[in-house]
């Protein structure tokens, strides 16, 4: 920072957890929406310069990570533009940019013990980019039989069905790991676990280790990451290179709530072409899909035929201690039980299959994916 060099050690992390995540996670951020970008440690101008071949928006989110009112002065030569942000918050700025070679100037000017954010830096540029949007959506503990393309009940999945049908679809794909984070490491790096050991040998991944939206920076795409479950939040080092990187509100957010905030982000208007991933948790135990998906599969009458085994019933109920006594087998599984789970994760299915038609439609409707989305369906 300037002159100073800060070593922030094991023990202090909590101390020092902004800006501990964007040096070694790529992105932070005081709420659950993670940035990229340019972190002052107080009151302070920065300085860069910048060459551009063609006109453009400079833009900015701000973020004033103190206790007090903090004023952001972003220069371009002799033209400038201002924005006060209130404590905790943030806003954006744009700056209107000539072709040519310029001086930019940051200023923040606040608390002295105040942390200022210009994230998610990016060139709007005027002409339009031929660049193809690239569409990431996982679905978390999703079986590939409760899929219509692979022979799982129509009513779970009529969207996805839409879109195989519209597609080249995998049938010979297959997950590098059980569980979320070394399977999402690999997505972004092309590398099987033991080689980027995010799970295995680390319990994030490397900073050191490229990732797709890293690469895809260096090509003019603007990277945005909405994160459904726990597993896939930021601290796990997946968000590196990402210019915006929402978390989840807790350990899950519900499919509708992550879509809501695409569409909000894609309304504004991504600068260039735009690389997205978007991660569904809802069919991730425990299962709680709004009532007309579980009335789809009879879910309600399911549930009342478990009154008489308390364990299970208070697993329908949401109970995630239930869960966790279940697993270390405190009780059994009866047909009863199996016939409920089956529907409740198949109903849990149709939801997030509702939000994925309304990704499509809504990517769509804006013009951000083009008519007549193609793309990769695989189990």
């Known amino acids: 920072v300037g002159e100073r060099r800060n070593d922030i050690h ?3 992390i ?17 709420s659950p929406q993670k940035m990229t970008g340019c972190l002052f440690s107080g009151p302070r101008t920065a300085t860069f310069e910048l060459d551009l071949d063609e006109p453009g928006g400079l833009r900015f989110l701000l973020e004033n990570n103190s206790a007090a009112p903090a004023r952001f002065t972003l220069g371009v030569d002799d033209a400038t533009a201002a924005k006060m942000v209130s404590p905790e918050s943030r806003t954006t700025i744009d700056l209107e940019v000539d072709a040519g070679d310029h001086v930019v100037r940051m200023t923040a000017d606040g608390a002295s013990d105040g942390l200022f954010l210009w994230g998610a830096p990016q060139i709007r540029g005027r002409s339009t980019s031929p ?12 079986r590939v039989d409760a899929l219509s393309p692979w022979g799982g009940p129509a009513e779970a999945s009529p969207e996805i069905q839409k879109l195989a049908d519209r597609s ?10 059980p569980w979320t984070l070394p399977s999402h490491a690999t997505i972004f790096t092309g590398l099987y676990p033991y080689r980027h050991g995010a799970g295995v040998s680390e319990d994030h991944l490397p900073g050191s280790i490229e990732t797709l939206a890293e690469r895809l920076a260096r090509h003019g795409y603007f990277s945005a990451g909405y994160a459904g479950g726990a597993l896939s939040a930021a601290h796990f080092g997946v968000a590196q290179g ?16 992550v879509i809501d ?51 299970w019933r208070e697993l329908s109920d949401g109970s995630i201690d239930a869960w966790g006594r279940l697993i270390t087998g405190e009780g059994t599984a ?29 990517g769509e409707s804006r013009g951000v994916f083009g008519r007549g989305l193609g793309g990769g369906v695989s189990e």
Request: hydrophobic share 45%; charged share 20%.
């Open 131 to 142: 660049a193809i949007p690239i569409v990431i959506v996982t679905m978390d503990t999703t």
């Open 261 to 311: 905030a695409v569409e909000t982000m894609l309304e504004e208007e991504p600068p260039g072409p735009l690389f997205l991933f978007v991660n569904l948790f809802d069919p991730h135990a425990v299962y709680e899909a709004p009532g007309e998906y579980e009335s789809l599969f009879n879910v309600g009458d399911l549930r009342n035929d478990l009154v008489g085994d308390p364990l």
């Open 334 to 362: 009866s047909p009863a039980t199996l016939d409920y789970l089956r529907a409740a994760c198949l109903a849990e299915v149709a939801f997030v299959d509702a939000q994925i038609g309304r990704l499509v439609a809504g």
């Open 10 to 12: 094991l023990g202090e």
């Open 168 to 177: 080249t679809v995998f049938d010979n794909a297959w997950a590098v790991a």
């Open 14 to 30: 909590k101390a020092y957890r902004y800006m501990a995540m964007l040096a070694s996670r790529g992105v932070t951020g005081v």
């Open 242 to 257: 990402f210019d915006l990187y929402l978390d989840p509100d807790g350990f899950e957010s519900k499919g509708d709530v």
